[in-house]
């Protein structure tokens, strides 16, 4: 199921259940979690990448190249936000938090692809090895905002939990290099050795699918503080790295073949952060 389809049942459901709070429950002007509110947070987060990779020589699909990697970045993350909440008479609490992400993690490095094709020498029977490596870097912006709807219920005069689910907004850069090394010859003497290498870079605007759960607990009347915990999933990205490289054939002598990668890359983020958060009077 893709973001897009995610995001339209989670509206719906929304769209069923906040009709239906209100129906049957008047708000309650008294608590301080009925208000506008600003906050920031600060805490860790993870990028998780996952590049699927496949590789082909002349339309041949590369020996061992079929290829997965799973890389995470690890690092701080902060946010600023502002927002509304509505508290009922049932303490049923329902809110929009519009926002910014500050993010440290934001790069990851993927050895996705390393084989061999071997080829052998009549003479002595000796193997030599050609050798494919691809690299693949993925990085997003540093600013990332956010729009978050939350769900949730009083546990006291002063506490709360809820439920949220938002989009969020990113660029991400993903680059691909690819360095094929053709050898000939019979080691020790009358080794020759060609290397060929092949960079491409794409950029893409996705949208992240936010899920996560958290709780406030009011210190001061207008004042909280509060913890959260939100997974996002990014759309996939597809790259395209094509090219000629030099493929040594009998007696060394340079041949031309066409190299092309072909690799889906899939993204998602995990953040815990703490919150200060400032209520208005309402």
């Not at 049942?9 to 600003?38: D, E, M, R, V, Y």
């Not at 906050?39 to 996952?50: C, D, I, K, W």
């Not at 020996?63 to 690092?75: I, K, P, Q, R, T």
């Not at 699918?209 to 759309?235: A, C, D, S």
Request: aromatic letters at 10%; a negative charge; proline letters at 4%.
């Amino acid at each position: 199921m893709d973001c897009k389809r995610k995001l339209k049942l989670s509206l719906l459901a929304l769209g069923i259940i906040l009709p239906a709070t209100q129906a049957f429950s008047k708000p309650n002007p008294s608590s301080g979690f009925n208000s506008l509110s600003f906050g920031v947070a600060a805490g860790a987060s993870g990028f998780f990448t996952e590049n699927n990779s496949f590789t082909f020589l002349n339309g041949i699909n590369h020996v061992g190249s079929d290829n997965n990697a799973d890389v995470v970045d690890f690092g701080g993350i902060g946010a600023l936000f502002v927002g509304t909440g509505n508290i009922y008479s049932n303490g049923i609490y329902w809110g929009l938090h519009v926002g910014a992400n500050i993010i440290d993690a934001n790069k990851t490095y993927m050895n996705n692809v390393s084989t061999a094709v071997v080829v052998s020498e009549d003479i002595l029977i000796t193997e030599i090895t050609n050798a494919l490596n691809v690299k693949t870097t993925v990085k997003r912006n540093t600013f990332e905002p956010f729009v978050d709807l939350k769900l949730g219920f009083l546990m006291g005069p002063q506490a709360l939990a809820y439920f949220m689910f938002g989009i969020n907004y990113n660029s991400i850069e993903l680059n691909s290099e690819a360095t094929y090394t053709s050898v000939r010859g019979l080691p020790p003497i009358g080794l020759t050795l060609q290397q060929s290498s092949l960079l491409n870079s794409t950029s893409k605007n996705v949208l992240g699918l936010r899920f996560g759960f958290g709780t406030e607990y009011l210190i001061l009347p207008n004042f909280g503080f509060g913890l959260n915990y939100v997974y996002t999933v990014y759309n996939s990205i597809n790259s395209n790295l094509s090219g000629p490289v030099t493929e040594l054939t009998e007696g060394a002598v340079p041949a031309t073949v066409l190299l092309n990668n072909h690799s889906r890359t899939k993204m998602n983020d995990q953040q815990a952060m703490a919150q200060l958060i400032f209520h208005f009077d309402s």
